[in-house]
């Protein structure tokens, strides 16, 4: 049977691309950020940290995940639950656009309930399915 001739890896060559391996990991990471102001929730600034999770097509149910509205044309979406609510599912969430149908209110919509009151008046058209199933922390 042949044998496979093993060779060491000279220990200078070794520490190197340790070195490395451990310098680039914080780089990979840096996209996601240190938490950042996030989202409204019920008129206050949560932050959250980006995550690259995907739960869509998991079959789980929409009972199982909160709503994040991404309102066209601002920065922060607004979330309908936070830390605390009895019904809030932990930072899993289902993504709804909202577009303006008139001219964007001064003011950012700043909780579910404006949200919901724009679209009750017409101002605003909330997407009948979410673009996006995801988990990401909610931080006061």
């Not at 938490?35 to 008129?43: A, L, R």
């Not at 605390?84 to 309930?113: A, H, I």
Request: hydrophobic residues 45%.
């Amino acid at each position: 049977m042949p044998r496979l001739r093993m060779s060491r890896v000279p220990e200078g060559i070794a520490a190197g691309t340790l070195l490395v391996a451990i310098a680039a990991a914080p780089v990979a990471a840096a996209g996601l950020g240190p938490p950042h102001d996030g989202f409204y929730v019920d008129g206050a600034v949560y932050r959250t940290i980006g995550t690259p999770t995907d739960i869509s097509g998991t079959g789980a149910p929409a009972s199982s995940f909160d709503i994040l509205y991404a309102v066209e044309g601002q920065t922060l979406a607004v979330a309908a639950a936070k830390p605390g609510d009895p019904d809030y599912n932990g930072g899993r969430w289902m993504r709804f656009q909202v577009t303006w149908n008139t001219t964007p209110y001064p003011d950012p919509l700043t909780s579910e309930e404006a949200v919901l009151a724009a679209a009750a008046a017409g101002d605003v058209t909330i997407s009948s399915t979410p673009d996006a199933q995801f988990v990401c922390p909610v931080i006061r």
